[in-house]
């Protein structure tokens, strides 16, 4: 028996939208953040392998947090795309260009769990720390420092060493020294590792709305799957040695000033407990679709 040919639908074009066109367009001159392609990693003569075919595409603008067991390779990945060590295979750009061109233009920041500031500077001079390396004038740095100490809510301690500030604090002027140069990108691994809960949760609010006003990207390497779930728009789970990419996990886009300004309603809500039980299935080895070695 013959299937019985069914009749032909037609279908109406719909006309061009021009604003969807120029959305389009504007997508398209905005370049990914970071890309990853097939990115491997192995230490010690071929003994261990921390990394192995890792593809993503963080977009320009977009959050994105890596999770996964302690040993996994988010901390290598982290200073893969840093250009603080070679990957063995694979390939990285930063903005369009190699990890190491994008290290030397200065297009990204980076901040660590331990907040680096130079104890024998002021608050003021460590945010200017960085353009004063790359030869900024006097002026432009005072300007660019006070303008950052303000967003963050810090002008009144400019002059105050780093033991005179809460660990909070502290953390809080290491990420504005990141963003001194005005970098599209900001790196960040466990800086609020350290911090009790309650300062943690500030530092969260105080991270989405300082990456909302300046519109960088961020890489965010966490363990808590609750700051994962509620800084980032995706969240990447990894494998355990050697370190894939799992699954990953959209949180529902809270949107980085409504999360800033509202975060204990976002926290409480039933959107939030479920993407944060969505990455803990994935963590568990849930068969969630699987995303290795896809870049996406």
């Known amino acids: 028996m013959t299937a019985k040919a069914q009749p ?17 367009a504007d997508l ?21 392998t921390a990394l192995s075919e890792v593809s993503l595409t963080v977009a320009a603008g977009e959050f994105v947090s890596l999770i996964g067991p302690s040993g996994c390779g988010k901390s290598t990945l982290l200073r893969i795309i840093a250009d603080l060590e070679q990957p063995t295979g694979g390939t990285v750009t930063v903005h369009g260009k ?15 769990q331990q907040s ?13 720390l960085p353009l004063e390396l790359h030869k900024v004038s006097k002026s432009e740095r005072r300007a660019r420092s006070a303008e950052l100490l303000e967003m963050a809510g810090l002008t009144d301690f400019a002059k105050r060493y780093p033991a005179e500030l809460s660990g909070g604090m502290q953390q809080r002027v290491a990420i504005v020294r990141a963003l001194a140069p005005k970098p599209s ?3 960040m691994d466990e800086p609020f590792g350290a911090l009790d809960e309650m300062t943690r949760e500030r530092m969260q609010g ?28 995706r969240v990447v789970v990894m494998s355990p040695r050697p370190g894939r990419i ?27 407990f479920e993407a944060v039980a969505a990455v803990r299935e994935a963590l568990r080895g849930g068969h969630g679709d699987p995303l290795a070695g896809r870049e996406v």
């Not at 990914?32 to 071929?46: F, M, P, Q, S, T």
């Open 8 to 24: 032909a639908v037609a279908t109406a074009t719909p006309a061009p939208d021009p604003a969807a066109e120029q959305s389009g």
């Open 28 to 48: 398209a001159e905005r370049i990914a953040a970071v890309e990853l392609a097939d990115v491997g990693k192995i230490y010690a003569a071929g003994s261990v």
């Open 98 to 112: 190699t990890a190491r061109r994008a290290r030397i233009d200065q297009d990204y920041g980076i901040a660590f």
């Open 116 to 128: 680096g500031l130079l104890d024998w500077r002021t608050v003021q001079a460590n945010v200017e």
């Open 185 to 187: 990108l900001l790196l």
């Open 206 to 233: 105080e991270l989405l709305r300082i990456a909302g006003e300046t519109e960088a990207a961020v890489v965010f390497v966490t363990h808590s799957i609750p700051e994962a779930v509620f800084l980032s728009d």
């Open 246 to 272: 799992t699954e990953i996990v959209p949180t529902g886009g809270w949107g980085r000033r409504d999360a800033a300004e509202a975060g204990d309603d976002v926290r409480s809500s039933p959107e939030f």
